[in-house]
T-cell receptor, first 113, second 112 residues
């Protein structure tokens, strides 16, 4: 059983388009996250949700809008895609904030042409 | 905010050798230090973590040491095997926001 699943695995699109990435976790965790991993493998947090409430919003352009319809889902919508948005996006979850281990999905590789 | 430095960026060893990866951090109030392993095409996975009230923790071939005074911690892998080849990330829990700041990763290559 996949604990944190995200779709699609690959996403190729043109500049200016709008796209969404979906994430679901079946671990019963309270907290979910979106991380961005750039071409140099650097992992940076974008958003953190706790019980469907936005907790953390790092310095991310407002073209990125997370949506959490329920505790098990955290989707990421990106408007007006730019070349610099090309990266691997990881969804993750943890039982609680703080010292709880993060469980990552396998990532969505977004390529903007 | 928290600043986490990780070295080396790449590390090549022969099977059976030991590997050591080091990280330093800036916020002396930080108290939780996990290590994650990322295999090709997959998300990072927690392999070991340490809290500031402990100086060393071992789990089979993997150990982590912490020096709070010097603000650095290290991952030690003994008797390396080809399946240990991956990118390893250290991380530090930000005391203010309860989120992790990751190091830039170390690509470990274990040659048979």
């Amino acid at each position: 059983d996949t604990a944190v699943s995200q779709t699609p695995k690959y996403l190729v699109t043109q500049m200016g388009n709008d796209k969404s990435i979906k994430c679901e976790q079946n671990l019963g965790h309270d907290t979910m996250y979106w991380y961005k991993q750039d071409s140099k493998k650097f992992l940076k947090i974008m958003f953190s949700y706790n019980n469907k409430e936005l907790i953390i919003n790092e310095t991310v352009p407002n073209r990125f809008s997370p949506k959490s319809p329920d505790k098990a889902h955290l989707n990421l919508h990106i408007n007006s895609l730019e070349l610099g948005d090309s990266a691997v996006y990881f969804c993750a979850s943890s039982q609680a904030r703080g010292e709880s281990p993060l469980h990552f999905g396998n990532g969505t590789r977004l390529t903007v042409t | 905010g928290e600043n986490v430095e990780q070295h080396p960026s790449t590390l090549s060893v022969q099977e059976g050798d030991s590997a050591v990866i080091k990280c330093t951090y800036s916020d002396s109030a930080s108290n939780y230090f996990p290590w994650y392993k990322q295999e090709l095409g997959k998300g990072p996975q927690l392999i070991i973590d340490i809290r500031s009230n402990v100086g060393e923790k071992k789990d089979q071939r993997i150990a982590v040491t912490l020096n709070k005074t010097a603000k650095h911690f290290s991952l030690h892998i003994t008797e390396t095997q080809p399946e240990d080849s991956a990118v390893y990330f250290c991380a530090v829990l930000n005391s203010g926001y309860s989120t992790l700041t990751f190091g830039k990763g170390t690509m470990l290559l274990v040659s048979p």
